[in-house]
């Protein structure tokens, strides 16, 4: 089978199912399904609960509180949903990023989704019981909003294509799934008093991003304040009035919506400007040690080397596109940055948890710290000095590890860790022995243990306080010996990141009593101080080990920077401390008439996609007809059915039906694909000439993920090929079967247009055999190298190595020219057996922002980027013909997350001459 149209074939077979092999055909990361799950089903009143074999006491929870929140919602929408609907959970959030429920690999940072085809939440549970609840709620007011539109619609016999804007969907999903938190008020706070400000012009700029969120939220809680509760549900009651959701807010508010946003703007600055009076920014009483960006997680490390003492700064930060562990002297930002560890590149470095876990040093200069590392979360030991990662250790039975602590002698390392079902619980690993102690054994969220300097005890946080229902955490104080647990802070707060003073006499802490989240700290006599004034949030403060400076991060501008401030008299205030109320709490679980049952789950298909379906391809002609897609719950099987017929002649009709059947599993590591096809069609070849063939027979896949990075896969085709030749009139018949093998590599990291850093490469060798004729028929090798030199945020130099050849009786040929590949000539310029290209790239930011006035409105781009390139290449048959090359400038344009267009403004040589003019090329595509 020709390689072109090989690929033609598996992708006409499954383009009904986007990302369903994401990763495979080229490249592409990987979705590793490490683990295979026994599922069940609970159903209650409305739900149908998907739980796997380790998350049934959470299945058992959620049950009872999604019923309340279908209740709640209920009478916020005035909607009733007749269906049950399906809840899928996880245990883990390392557990979540396998699910096939959407083909997508997700980022760390996603809390659960709820996916429209078949109306389906998936949350991953990440230890707080509150905090998982809440998503739930999130997500099912996703559901409601779309069931109740449609009803609505419905109803009223309307169709209409357009729906809710991102930043409402989502920002009435938090309003209704949770009180105004400080979180939220830290995000606004800064939004307003930075004078960044959100306008109706503006919004869509921050479309997707967690401030979307917030302003949301913060916008839906002013429309009910101001407006009234009421016109919320309003808004989807009257959505069939209008033919856009502008008009609709106004019908039902009575003010436009660009007067509510100014309406909101001036709330929201008469409540957070006189903020300024009694608060400050942190730089107006601390010292400024990182740039403008996402610093997080600062410890002061000092340590003895060959030339002294050495005192640095240790943190987390996402610069480039990627996490890591950098190091810096305690002098400001004068301070050169150097690289400990970047992180998202390999397997073992997969994800630094950037936000959810913290680092540890001790005086040997030992720094520890928590890394995804294949299927679970490792424990690091590295050398600040050398950089070295000296020790790595995997715990049996424990998925997820965050936020260790290594004690002052470096002989034992606390963390929070969490086993399959997901409890997150303390435990100590003793390094010298290589043995693991498990201290804490319940349903609560401990987490962030940090060790007493005697080694006697650990400080953490938890919710196992009076309030930890409603998702207040204090700090707690365990005795290692006795394994009693003593709570130190009450109330209704997020007490945080607690950390001793090198002489054990200070507990520090971050905290939201008073609203926004401060430094406190707690003296050996109990007396409680708050340590400064921040307008947005400190996060996250250590002592330095002689207890003169404290280091934290804050929030600004939409980031986290690196502050220290001197730990003196000056800037603490004496804070009451609440008194003590002493309560445990445990989570109901559903009963009685609210459930149906527990069965096992078992494979029920559903329609995923039915329409009709038009591929034109300029040498194999186009293909309409109807597809078909079919999958299960869980989305780990998958049919797909294509039917389309090529006739041109009513005689011909019958046969030059086409018809594909796909089948696909992803439910394990090894992913699988077999299928049956039948094509017919006419072609114009540019080597060949016109000619008729009709291909029958199967297809079968297979694709193993090493890590998320890697992978190996292979492809067989066996079929039937019966080929017209019109000129001169020759007939070939062929029993065919065909091999591909392919490595594939793709850590690559992405801006808008394109990879920026990493490396991509592909290595593929297929063979064909003709059976009827018991010999070889084609053969192919092709290599693909692509490495990114990272230069800034936004640059980089790209180079990209591609060599391709196939020889046999019926040579695999392929276009070659275009933007695509050798910039300057036509596009499918030669059609030829052997290939070779050298592309060389420098990227760069030219636009960030841009803004088109016009009589309608106004028009944004994000992200234009520049491009000055060099290519060299050549396409030839037998024999080698003439190297040609191309050099030139361009510039590309993201429209959205799929849409990239290219402009390049080209010359071309052959290397004695150089065409006389720029040749303009315009198209579309990510960068190679």
């Known amino acids: 089978m020709n390689f072109r149209k090989s690929i033609i074939v598996i992708t006409v077979i499954l383009m009904a199912m986007p990302g369903v092999l994401s990763a495979q055909f080229y490249f592409g990361k990987n979705k590793v399904n490490y683990e295979t799950f026994d599922w069940s089903i609970l159903e209650t009143d409305h739900f149908k609960v998907y739980f796997h074999d380790q998350a049934r006491w959470l299945a058992e929870i959620t049950a009872y509180y999604v019923e309340d929140s279908y209740d709640f919602l209920e009478n916020k929408f005035n909607h009733h949903i007749f269906k049950k609907t399906p809840l899928i959970i996880y245990s883990s959030p390392n557990y979540f990023t396998q699910t096939n429920v959407i083909p997508q690999i997700l980022p760390e940072n996603v809390a659960g989704f709820t996916e429209f085809y078949k109306g389906r939440m998936v949350v991953p549970f990440d230890g707080s019981i509150y905090e998982f609840l809440r998503v739930v709620q999130h997500e099912l007011v996703h559901v409601f909003t779309y069931s109740k539109l449609g009803s609505v619609l419905r109803d009223h016999k309307k169709l209409t294509l357009y729906g809710p804007p991102l930043w409402f969907t989502e920002g009435i999903a938090?309003?209704?799934?949770?009180?105004?938190?400080?979180?939220?008020?830290?995000?606004?706070?800064?939004?307003?008093?930075?004078?960044?400000?959100?306008?109706?012009?503006?919004?869509?700029?921050?479309?997707?991003?967690?401030?979307?969120?917030?302003?949301?939220?913060?916008?839906?809680?002013?429309?009910?304040?101001?407006?009234?509760?009421?016109?919320?549900?309003?808004?989807?009651?009257?959505?069939?009035?209008?033919?856009?959701?502008?008009?609709?807010?106004?019908?039902?508010?009575?003010?436009?919506?660009?007067?509510?946003?100014?309406?909101?703007?001036y709330h929201l600055k008469k409540t957070y400007f006189p903020t300024l009076a009694e608060s400050d920014y942190p730089e107006r009483f601390s010292e400024l040690q990182s740039e403008r960006g996402f610093f997080v997680k600062p410890i002061i490390a000092e340590y003895h080397t060959d030339t002294g003492i050495v005192q640095e700064l240790v943190y987390k930060a996402n610069q480039l596109g990627y996490s890591g562990i950098y190091k810096r002297a305690l002098n400001g930002r004068k301070s050169e940055e150097k690289v400990v560890l970047k992180g998202e590149r390999s397997s073992k470095f997969e994800s630094l948890h950037l936000m959810r876990s913290s680092i540890s040093?001790?005086?040997?200069?030992?720094?520890?710290?928590?890394?995804?590392?294949?299927?679970?979360?490792?424990?690091?030991?590295?050398d600040l000095e050398s950089g070295d990662v000296e020790r790595t250790r995997k715990f049996e039975g424990l998925i997820s590890v965050v936020s260790p602590s290594i004690s002052a002698d470096g002989s034992r390392v606390a963390f929070a860790g969490a086993r399959k079902d997901g409890r997150f619980d303390l435990y100590i690993y003793d390094v010298s022995r290589d043995r693991l102690e498990r201290c804490t054994n319940d349903f609560y969220n401990d987490r962030n243990p940090a060790f007493h300097p005697d080694g006697s005890k650990l400080a953490f946080v938890s919710d196992r306080g009076a309030y930890g229902e409603d998702g207040y955490t204090n700090i707690f104080e365990l005795d290692l010996e006795t394994k009693a647990v003593t709570q130190i802070t009450f109330g209704k707060h997020n007490d945080l990141s607690p950390s001793y003073s090198s002489d054990g006499k200070w507990l520090l802490f971050s905290s939201d009593r008073g609203g926004r989240t401060n430094i406190h700290a707690i003296d050996s006599s109990g007396a409680m101080y708050k340590i400064g004034n921040t307008l947005t949030g400190c996060f996250d403060p250590r002592f330095s080990p002689n207890?003169?400076?404290?280091?934290?991060?804050?929030?600004?501008?939409?980031?986290?920077?690196?502050?220290?401030?001197?730990?003196?008299?000056?800037?603490?205030?004496?804070?009451e401390r609440e008194q003590p109320v002493y309560a445990s709490w445990e989570p109901e679980t559903v009963s009685g008439h609210f459930i149906s049952g527990i069965v096992e789950y078992e494979t029920d298909y559903s329609l995923d996609i039915a329409q009709s379906a038009v591929a034109y391809d300029v040498v194999y002609g186009s293909a309409g007809g109807v597809q078909v897609g079919l999958s299960d719950m869980l989305g780990n099987s998958r049919y797909h059915f294509l039917v389309f017929n090529t006739a041109q002649e009513r005689s011909s009709f019958f046969s030059s039906f086409n018809v594909a059947a796909t089948y696909l599993n992803t439910e394990h590591r090894l992913n699988y694909a077999y299928g049956l096809y039948h094509f017919y069609d006419e072609y114009d070849d540019p080597a060949e000439g016109l000619f008729a063939e009709r291909i029958y027979g199967g297809m079968g896949s297979i694709s193993y993920p090493f890590s998320k990075f890697k992978r190996f896969e292979t492809r067989l085709?066996?079929?039937?090929?019966?080929?017209?030749?019109?000129?001169?009139?020759?007939?070939?018949?062929?029993?065919?079967?065909?091999?591909?093998?392919?490595?594939?590599?793709?850590?690559?990291?992405?801006?808008?247009?394109?990879?920026?850093?990493?490396?991509?490469y592909i290595i593929t060798a297929g063979f064909s055999y003709d059976l009827k004729s018991s010999s070889a028929f084609n053969r192919l090798f092709m290599v693909d190298l692509r490495k990114y030199f990272r230069l800034g945020k936004y640059s980089a130099f790209a180079t990209r190595a591609w060599y391709y050849t196939s020889g046999g009786k019926e040579p695999q040929r392929l276009y070659f020219g275009g933007s695509w590949s050798l910039r300057g000539f036509d596009h499918r310029e030669w059609y030829k057996r052997n290939i070779f290209l050298l592309s060389n790239e420098l990227r760069f930011p030219l636009?960030?922002?841009?803004?088109?006035?016009?009589?309608?409105?106004?028009?944004?781009?994000?992200?234009?980027?520049?491009?000055?390139?060099?290519?060299?290449?050549?396409?030839?048959?037998?024999?080698?013909?003439?190297?040609?090359?191309?050099?030139?400038l361009g510039a590309r344009v993201a429209l959205g997350y799929f849409l990239v267009l290219r402009f390049d403004f080209t010359r071309t040589t052959d290397f004695e001459k150089i065409s006389p003019s720029w040749d303009f090329d315009f198209w579309f595509g990510w960068n190679f």
């Open 174 to 265: 938090e309003y209704w799934s949770r009180p105004w938190s400080s979180e939220a008020d830290m995000m606004i706070a800064d939004l307003m008093i930075s004078g960044s400000f959100i306008d109706y012009d503006n919004i869509y700029a921050i479309s997707g991003t967690f401030l979307m969120y917030k302003v949301g939220e913060s916008l839906c809680k002013f429309i009910a304040e101001r407006y009234g509760e009421d016109k919320l549900l309003l808004i989807f009651e009257n959505w069939w009035k209008h033919k856009s959701f502008e008009r609709v807010v106004s019908y039902t508010t009575g003010r436009e919506l660009k007067d509510i946003f100014r309406d909101w703007q």
């Open 361 to 382: 040093a001790n005086r040997l200069g030992e720094l520890v710290f928590a890394s995804r590392n294949h299927d679970r979360d490792a424990l690091y030991f590295l």
């Open 547 to 575: 207890d003169s400076l404290i280091v934290f991060s804050a929030f600004q501008e939409y980031g986290f920077q690196i502050y220290t401030m001197p730990f003196e008299d000056s800037l603490m205030r004496p804070f």
């Open 717 to 760: 085709f066996v079929r039937k090929s019966e080929k017209e030749l019109f000129f001169p009139g020759t007939f070939r018949n062929a029993v065919l079967t065909t091999l591909y093998l392919s490595y594939v590599k793709d850590n690559s990291i992405w801006d808008y247009t394109g990879p920026l850093d990493g490396s991509r």
């Open 847 to 888: 636009i960030n922002r841009l803004h088109i006035g016009l009589p309608v409105g106004a028009i944004g781009f994000t992200g234009i980027r520049g491009a000055i390139f060099a290519d060299v290449g050549s396409a030839w048959g037998d024999e080698f013909d003439q190297l040609y090359g191309a050099f030139g």
